[in-house]
């Protein structure tokens, strides 16, 4: 086991939707994309051929605030979808800048000499690099009417 916890396992990728800003009380959509891998070495003069699987993902949000394990890695959403709830997505309760992180926990079975797949007793966890997640805030005000109607109006060119 403490084999395929030395094997060069690449780690998930980390994303979030939308970065590298988000908003404080919207949901912002972290997700792991983690791929299988496989690799050939030779163990007691034996050709051994290890998969390592992703299974299980374990997020933390940088505000306290965490995720997992989980068997979901959630996924990319369409830039006009974001903000929606997913089931890796966070909501930010303070502005500012967070330190989003995702362990991957990956399966391993191997084969020698080409015979049968046999599973690896126990997991290996693989840590991503952290990503810089900075959370805004917003204010959001209505007007009654347009730089057109009104050219000095507030958020209107030339005005202060």
């Not at 988000?22 to 007691?44: C, H, P, R, S, Y």
């Not at 996924?75 to 330190?99: C, I, M, N």
Request: net charge negative; aromatic share 10%.
């Amino acid at each position: 086991m403490s084999d395929f916890r030395n094997l060069p396992i690449r780690p998930a990728e980390l994303t979030a939707q939308p970065s590298p800003h988000t908003l404080k009380g919207a949901e912002t959509n972290i997700f792991a994309d983690a791929v299988e891998q496989q690799f050939d070495v030779t163990l007691l003069g034996q050709q051994v051929h290890i998969v390592a699987t992703p299974v299980e993902y374990t997020y933390s949000y940088g505000d306290g605030n965490g995720l997992g394990p989980t068997p979901f890695a959630g996924g990319p959403l369409p830039e006009a979808e974001w903000g929606q709830k997913t089931r890796t997505s966070h909501v930010y309760q303070q502005t500012g800048d967070f330190q989003v992180s995702v362990t991957t926990t990956f399966r391993g079975t191997y084969s020698v000499n080409g015979g049968p797949n046999m599973p690896i007793p126990g997991t290996g966890q693989f840590a991503s690099p952290p990503q810089k997640v900075s959370v805004w805030r917003s204010i959001t005000r209505n007007y009654a009417d347009n730089c057109v109607v009104n050219p000095r109006g507030e958020g209107c060119p030339g005005v202060p």
